[in-house]
């Protein structure tokens, strides 16, 4: 057998010995207290080196005897599982690192099956770092011995869900046959949801009504019923594996600590998003991009909710609209009204007080009227400032100062405006700054124009550009199919209102860059790297003689992190994403015009398909150029307000927004279909949804 039968005492599964995980590893003792405990537990021994016990019966006789006794005279097969002391723990389950032999029938199968597990022990320790080896050769290893059952329904079943960090929650997979079918990834099962009382969210897939449920209400009942019994044993939820026999009766196979468990937020948590800004603030911005531009986009968007009687004031004093998550801007869902209420009623019902409504619709009738005669105005300041600032080179580092902090000032408004005239005024014609400025780089690359040349006598070109401190970006190259350029006079309210924003934001980067060019800088030598790690306080502060801060040779830049959840919640500052639900079909969003088209997914990277359904999570600017010919646009965030969805509007494309796990559940090369009334995103070509941690586990242990 690999060691001599003498070194191997046996341990019955139902005696207090086998409860000690030091003894029987903790599979056998998990299994040993839920049969003391009276949980449908199969009957079984424990095989474990003699010294780890002083009286169990030890030698070949009592290894005989024990498999001879659960065998039976017919020989009924068994399964030989490893128990380790390393695994099924509360920090690691090390599922799939041992052997497990199944149908092991006849004495020569039983001991090859028990040498097969002893020796994935040592085959485990091999791998460990020669520090972290134990000096036992069968490193804490033990032996489970139990009948096979052929389970006619098996799975695994989470106490809790360990995605959503939820313990109200019951999350089943379940095949037909045993649960090694599911385990080891051949096979996706049916996943349920339940809650704790057993009562059914939802099915994945859906089971077909009228069909064969693969779980009826009695083994549903049954699996709830067990779910809590091995929580009240073990003292928190567990994951466990399960089948049911030919008689309908449940067994237990296996019970462990569910690991991996997510934290969930408070419940009181914002619901933060990046959709209504990323527009805008697409990329990672750095500590003064921070402050110059989503510090200001903050306040004007408050002023709006303000003015709208969007939003309590007190909690506008309080909660900022706009704030940074690893760099990246984030709204509050809630205050700018981008998810429906929480309760059916209040969709139809506001519940705002009956003063602050009629204070807002009075507000709101007046400013209707107002307000493109007062965009027009501000927008006329704006245009007169940046034509009357002289070039940076030419001007006195104060100057600068004041330029780049009549920006912050100025940014301010144009944001609340803008948010209002999307909300009061609607798109007017329908044109797009970004639809402008295509046709415009269309004419200019045929005319064999450079990027400098074209920004130069077209400014309109920077809506193509996200907003940087840093190097300026290239413009794209292909524009595809476009109109013709009618000027920006002829761009709608809101479109005019935005272009002034891009185009305050490039004045105050032109003059940051100007100030790192000069190198000297409050007493000390500061390049742009350095310059954009500052606080717009500290760049004050330094001008005005305070110095620069001690520790700004110690900052490092914020690194290029990926994107935000659609809509997330933050934990110890953390985003945690927000599941979708309610959602109706899973791929159903919000239909943002365009019509009905098919095609096939592409993340706007590599090759482009033949008939391309861009797939992103939010709707960023810079792909205006990819829009001409696409087929269908898919968007896990965002608005059907928003400038691309506009665009997308214009080009005929059909666009879905707010698609939940769109990136994900459909990669490149999925076979899609689009429809921009109803906003329902389907796949064509049959496949299935990737698999959840639920149904995804590794090989069984």
């Given at each position: 057998?690999?060691?001599?039968?003498?070194?191997?005492?046996?341990?019955?599964?139902?005696?207090?010995?086998?409860?000690?995980?030091?003894?029987?590893?903790?599979?056998?003792?998990?299994?040993?207290?839920?049969?003391?405990?009276?949980?449908?537990?199969?009957?079984?021994?424990?095989?474990?080196?003699?010294?780890?016990?002083?009286?169990?019966?030890?030698?070949?006789?009592?290894?005989?005897?024990?498999?001879?006794?659960?065998?039976?005279?017919?020989?009924?097969?068994?399964?030989?599982?490893?128990?380790?002391?390393?695994?099924?723990?509360?920090?690691?389950?090390?599922?799939?690192?041992?052997?497990?032999?199944?149908?092991?029938?006849?004495?020569?199968?039983?001991?090859?099956?028990?040498?097969?597990?002893?020796?994935?022990?040592?085959?485990?320790?091999?791998?460990?770092?020669?520090?972290?080896?134990?000096?036992?050769?069968?490193?804490?290893?033990?032996?489970?011995?139990?009948?096979?059952?052929?389970?006619?329904?098996?799975?695994?079943?989470?106490?809790?869900?360990?995605?959503?960090?939820?313990?109200?929650?019951?999350?089943?997979?379940?095949?037909?046959?045993?649960?090694?079918?599911?385990?080891?990834?051949?096979?996706?099962?049916?996943?349920?949801?339940?809650?704790?009382?057993?009562?059914?969210?939802?099915?994945?897939?859906?089971?077909?009504?009228?069909?064969?449920?693969?779980?009826?209400?009695?083994?549903?009942?049954?699996?709830?019923?067990?779910?809590?019994?091995?929580?009240?044993?073990?003292?928190?939820?567990?994951?466990?594996?399960?089948?049911?026999?030919?008689?309908?009766?449940?067994?237990?196979?296996?019970?462990?600590?569910?690991?991996?468990?997510?934290?969930?937020?408070?419940?009181?948590?914002?619901?933060?998003?990046?959709?209504?800004?990323?527009?805008?603030?697409?990329?990672?911005?750095?500590?003064?991009?921070?402050?110059?531009?989503?510090?200001?986009?903050?306040?004007?968007?408050?002023?709006?909710?303000?003015?709208?009687?969007?939003?309590?004031?007190?909690?506008?004093?309080?909660?900022?609209?706009?704030?940074?998550?690893?760099?990246?801007?984030?709204?509050?869902?809630?205050?700018?009204?981008?998810?429906?209420?929480?309760?059916?009623?209040l969709r139809f019902i506001n519940p705002a007080p009956g003063a602050r409504r009629v204070s807002a619709a009075w507000r709101v009738g007046r400013?209707?009227?107002?307000?493109?005669?007062?965009?027009?105005?501000?927008?006329?300041?704006?245009?007169?400032?940046?034509?009357?600032?002289?070039?940076?080179?030419?001007?006195?580092?104060?100057?600068?100062?004041?330029?780049?902090?009549?920006?912050?000032?100025?940014?301010?408004?144009?944001?609340?405006?803008?948010?209002?005239?999307?909300?009061?005024?609607?798109?007017?014609?329908?044109?797009?700054?970004?639809?402008?400025?295509?046709?415009?780089?269309?004419?200019?690359?045929?005319?064999?124009?450079?990027?400098?040349?074209?920004?130069?006598?077209?400014?309109?070109?920077?809506?193509?550009?996200?907003?940087?401190?840093?190097?300026r970006g290239a413009l794209p190259e292909r524009t595809g199919v476009t109109g013709v350029p009618r000027g920006v006079g002829a761009l709608p309210v809101r479109e005019g209102l935005?272009?002034?924003?891009?185009?305050?934001?490039?004045?105050?980067?032109?003059?940051?860059?100007?100030?790192?060019?000069?190198?000297?800088?409050?007493?000390?030598?500061?390049?742009?790297?350095?310059?954009?790690?500052?606080?717009?306080?500290?760049?004050?502060?330094?001008?005005?003689?305070?110095?620069?801060?001690?520790?700004?040779?110690?900052?490092?830049?914020?690194?290029?992190?990926?994107?935000?959840?659609?809509?997330?919640?933050?934990?110890?500052?953390?985003?945690?994403?927000?599941?979708?639900?309610?959602?109706?079909?899973?791929?159903?969003?919000?239909?943002?015009?365009?019509?009905?088209?098919?095609?096939?997914?592409?993340?706007?990277?590599?090759?482009?398909?033949?008939?391309?359904?861009?797939?992103?999570?939010?709707?960023?600017?810079?792909?205006?150029?990819?829009?001409?010919?696409?087929?269908?646009?898919?968007?896990?965030?965002?608005?059907?307000?928003?400038?691309?969805?506009?665009?997308?509007?214009?080009?005929?494309?059909?666009?879905?927004?707010?698609?939940?796990?769109?990136?994900?559940?459909?990669?490149?090369?999925?076979?899609?279909?689009?429809?921009?009334?109803?906003?329902?995103?389907?796949?064509?070509?049959?496949?299935?949804?990737?698999?959840?941690?639920?149904?995804?586990?590794?090989?069984?242990?």
């Open positions: 057998m690999g060691i001599e039968a003498d070194q191997l005492a046996v341990v019955p599964l139902d005696t207090e010995r086998a409860k000690d995980s030091a003894v029987t590893g903790a599979k056998a003792a998990h299994l040993a207290r839920a049969a003391v405990a009276g949980l449908p537990v199969l009957p079984g021994f424990v095989l474990v080196p003699a010294e780890r016990t002083g009286s169990a019966p030890a030698g070949d006789e009592a290894l005989r005897r024990a498999w001879r006794e659960l065998a039976g005279e017919d020989g009924r097969p068994l399964v030989v599982r490893s128990s380790s002391t390393h695994e099924d723990t509360e920090e690691s389950s090390m599922a799939g690192r041992f052997a497990s032999v199944l149908d092991v029938r006849g004495w020569e199968e039983f001991t090859a099956a028990v040498r097969t597990v002893l020796d994935s022990a040592r085959r485990v320790q091999v791998l460990h770092p020669p520090e972290r080896r134990s000096a036992d050769p069968l490193d804490g290893m033990a032996v489970l011995v139990q009948p096979m059952l052929r389970a006619v329904t098996g799975g695994v079943m989470f106490g809790a869900d360990p995605v959503e960090g939820r313990e109200d929650r019951i999350l089943i997979s379940a095949v037909s046959g045993g649960p090694d079918r599911l385990v080891d990834g051949s096979t996706q099962g049916v996943r349920y949801q339940l809650t704790r009382f057993g009562r059914l969210i939802r099915t994945e897939p859906a089971e077909q009504a009228g069909s064969a449920r693969l779980l009826g209400r009695r083994e549903i009942t049954g699996l709830v019923r067990l779910a809590k019994k091995t929580q009240r044993v073990f003292g928190s939820p567990q994951d466990v594996e399960f089948g049911f026999d030919a008689d309908g009766r449940l067994w237990l196979f296996q019970a462990r600590p569910i690991t991996a468990m997510a934290v969930r937020p408070p419940r009181d948590a914002r619901l933060l998003g990046p959709g209504p800004v990323a527009e805008t603030l697409p990329g990672v911005l750095q500590p003064l991009e921070e402050d110059l531009w989503a510090v200001p986009m903050s306040h004007g968007l408050t002023l709006a909710l303000d003015i709208a009687g969007a939003a309590p004031r007190r909690h506008l004093r309080t909660l900022p609209v706009v704030t940074t998550v690893d760099g990246r801007a984030a709204a509050d869902l809630h205050l700018l009204g981008a998810v429906p209420a929480a309760h059916p009623l400013l209707r009227s107002a307000l493109p005669l007062l965009a027009l105005d501000l927008m006329a300041d704006v245009d007169r400032h940046l034509a009357d600032l002289p070039a940076p080179q030419q001007m006195l580092t104060g100057r600068i100062l004041d330029a780049v902090s009549w920006g912050r000032a100025v940014l301010s408004p144009l944001h609340a405006q803008e948010s209002l005239a999307g909300a009061l005024l609607g798109q007017g014609s329908g044109a797009t700054a970004a639809g402008e400025a295509l046709a415009e780089l269309a004419e200019g690359r045929a005319r064999g124009l450079s990027d400098h040349q074209l920004l130069a006598r077209h400014p309109v070109l920077f809506s193509l550009l996200p907003p940087t401190l840093g190097e935005r272009l002034r924003i891009r185009w305050v934001q490039e004045m105050q980067a032109e003059m940051v860059r100007e100030l790192a060019a000069r190198r000297c800088f409050g007493g000390g030598v500061v390049g742009l790297p350095r310059l954009v790690l500052l606080r717009w306080e500290e760049l004050n502060r330094a001008a005005d003689g305070g110095g620069l801060p001690s520790d700004l040779a110690e900052r490092v830049p914020r690194p290029d992190s990926p994107a935000l959840p659609a809509a997330f919640r933050l934990v110890d500052g953390r985003p945690v994403a927000e599941l979708a639900a309610g959602r109706g079909r899973a791929g159903e969003g919000q239909g943002a015009g365009g019509g009905f088209g098919a095609g096939t997914a592409w993340d706007g990277h590599g090759d482009r398909p033949e008939h391309p359904v861009l797939v992103v999570r939010a709707l960023d600017p810079a792909l205006a150029p990819l829009l001409p010919g696409l087929a269908g646009l898919v968007a896990e965030t965002g608005s059907v307000l928003s400038h691309l969805a506009v665009l997308a509007r214009e080009y005929r494309v059909p666009t879905a927004v707010g698609v939940p796990g769109a990136v994900d559940r459909f990669p490149p090369g999925t076979a899609l279909s689009v429809d921009g009334g109803s906003g329902v995103v389907e796949r064509t070509d049959g496949g299935a949804p990737p698999r959840t941690p639920a149904s995804g586990k590794g090989a069984a242990a």
